[in-house]
């Protein structure tokens, strides 16, 4: 599986923006998936997380009513709508899989709990 993320650009602050995250290969619906993000010069930080089914979501406090994760097994992609936002939202957002394991229902919010990840795509908010 591989993990291609996309949508990214430039949008005022209070605006919206749908990052897409598509997946090569026919094993995509078996796995919990998430969003991180990463601005200049900080950490790579949590944003949401979907199990495999689509039926559990999670996400990072400073995202939630803001923020929407979701998928599409059908189409081999993941979604992350984002809303109302910020100047500090600001950051290359990446994509991420755990493929070690399969249809087992679950959230992860750490990165080290994540063993595959797409390329980024860039998110500027302007004030």
């Known amino acids: 599986v591989q993990l291609q993320a996309s949508g990214g650009g430039l949008v005022q602050a209070g605006g919206s923006l749908r990052l897409s995250c598509a997946a090569s290969?026919?094993?995509?619906?078996?796995?919990?998936m998430g969003w991180f993000r990463q601005a200049p010069g900080k950490e790579r930080e949590y944003v949401a997380a979907?199990?495999?089914?689509?039926?559990?979501?999670d996400y990072a406090d400073s995202m939630k009513g803001r923020f929407t994760i979701s998928r599409s097994n059908a189409k081999n992609t993941m979604y992350l709508q984002m809303n109302s936002l910020k100047p500090e939202d600001t950051g290359v957002y990446y994509c991420?899989?755990?493929?070690?394991?399969?249809?087992?229902?679950?959230?992860?919010?750490?990165?080290?709990?994540?063993?595959?990840w797409g390329q980024g795509t860039l998110v500027t908010v302007s004030s």
């Open positions: 991420a899989a755990q493929t070690e394991i399969e249809f087992y229902s679950e959230t992860y919010s750490r990165r080290e709990e994540y063993n595959l």
């Open positions: 290969g026919r094993t995509f619906s078996r796995y919990n």
């Open positions: 979907i199990s495999w089914s689509g039926g559990a979501t």
